[in-house]
């Protein structure tokens, strides 16, 4: 029941950096595990980052490690994604997804044990 919505995906050379938001409404964040997922170019949508709900614990895919920040304001019942360094292999659609945390962990790497995603948002680093 909780409606998330992606913004602040753009076009940005690479090196550069961008900030993606994702806005909760419905329901507070602080009730669910999130995380952000992307899915490039004729590839899978893949996990890329999942925060706890308190914001304490957080976890990445290998490959943007030392480079992205996912974070949360449950105050603004806000998630962000900090993106530094960009790539071109990072250009995909960014989702940003709300997990009830049934599955007992404290943050999800799955996507399938997700409940609730938002329609995404464009990035696109040119090389």
């Known amino acids: 029941q909780v409606q998330l919505v992606e913004s602040g995906g753009g076009l940005v050379q690479a090196g550069g950096s961008l900030r993606l938001s994702c806005a909760a409404s419905?329901?507070?964040?602080?009730?669910?595990?999130m995380g952000w997922f992307r899915q490039a170019p004729g590839r899978e949508r893949e996990f890329v980052a999942t925060?706890?709900?308190?914001?304490?614990?957080?976890y990445y895919v290998d490959s943007v490690k030392g480079r992205f920040t996912i974070s949360r304001d449950n105050a603004k019942n806000t998630l962000y994604l900090q993106m530094n360094s960009l790539k071109y292999e990072d250009t995909a659609v960014y989702y940003c997804?709300?997990?009830?945390?049934?599955?007992?962990?404290?943050?999800?790497?799955?996507?399938?044990?997700?409940?609730?995603w938002g329609r995404g948002t464009q990035v696109t680093v040119s090389a």
């Open positions: 997804a709300a997990d009830r945390g049934y599955s007992g962990r404290i943050f999800q790497t799955r996507q399938r044990r997700y409940d609730y």
């Open positions: 419905g329901r507070s964040i602080s009730d669910y595990i």
């Open positions: 925060i706890s709900r308190s914001g304490s614990d957080t």
